[in-house]
């Protein structure tokens, strides 16, 4: 009998179900759920995303010429830094004028580092961005109507994909877990995405810092 192959997309939401709870569950991840995200907070957290997906699509760009198993993930519809862009215009920033913060910065290099030393690692930043249109299609609704966003202006990152989203996500999935793994660039895939969910939580915290003296709950 042929042994079937595991499916890394179900070991990544296994290995990263606790550092999603753990994105999630940042100030600026709850307020933002909450509806009481300030615009000016709103506007940093996508300059961050800018940074971070400007990044992450250069590396990908380089790496699918040796990884052509990617190839068909990183297609144009899936990047992101064309609604990032669309979306600091609709807000009124500048995109030039948005400082990399040190995490982004910390960020951007490990990724440039995995395009060059093992490409297939991309892999891991690209699920855990691509799997956080699940709940950014919530985060956009939301969104809307606390910052006052009317015809969706703003909310192209958080909503790239309208109805479609469910579509675009399970057809994510399953090309991924087409791509040829060994066990240790599996591992290397999953290291990429913990420190991709580290990276967004350590970002989130310098944009909206936790009280220092609250107590955990
Ligand atoms: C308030 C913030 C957030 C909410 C409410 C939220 C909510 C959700 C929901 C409802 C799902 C679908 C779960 C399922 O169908 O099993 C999901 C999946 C996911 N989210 Fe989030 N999320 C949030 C923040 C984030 C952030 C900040 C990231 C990373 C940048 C992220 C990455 C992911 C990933 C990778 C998945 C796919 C998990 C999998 O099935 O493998 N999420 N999220």
Do not use: C
């Not at 910390?106 to 691509?130: D, K």
């Not at 919530?138 to 969104?143: E, K, M, Q, T």
Request: net charge negative.
């Amino acid at each position: 009998m042929m042994e079937s192959r595991p499916s890394i997309m179900g070991h990544l939401r296994e290995a990263t179900r606790e550092l999603h709870k753990e994105a999630e569950s940042r100030p600026l991840q709850r307020s933002m759920a909450r509806g009481t995200l300030p615009r000016g907070a709103y506007a940093m957290y996508l300059g961050q995303l800018r940074h971070l997906h400007s990044a992450l699509e250069e590396a990908l760009d380089s790496a699918v010429s040796e990884e052509p198993a990617l190839r068909d993930l990183h297609i144009d519809e899936r990047r992101r830094v064309p609604d990032l862009d669309r979306d600091l215009a609709a807000l009124g920033v500048e995109v030039s004028s948005v400082p990399a913060l040190p995490p982004t910065e910390r960020f951007s290099a490990r990724v440039r580092r995995i395009a060059t030393e093992n490409p297939v690692a991309l892999l891991g930043p690209l699920y855990v961005m691509e799997g956080s249109t699940n709940g950014g299609k919530f985060l956009a609704r939301v969104l809307q109507r606390s910052l006052g966003l009317e015809n969706g202006d703003g909310l192209a990152y958080m909503d790239p994909y309208g109805d479609d989203q469910p579509r675009m996500w399970s057809s994510f999935k399953q090309i991924a877990d087409e791509v040829p793994l060994d066990a240790q660039q599996s591992e290397a895939v999953t290291e990429a995405a913990k420190l991709t969910f580290e990276a967004i939580a350590e970002i989130s915290d310098v944009i909206l810092p936790p009280d220092t003296f609250a107590v955990e709950d």
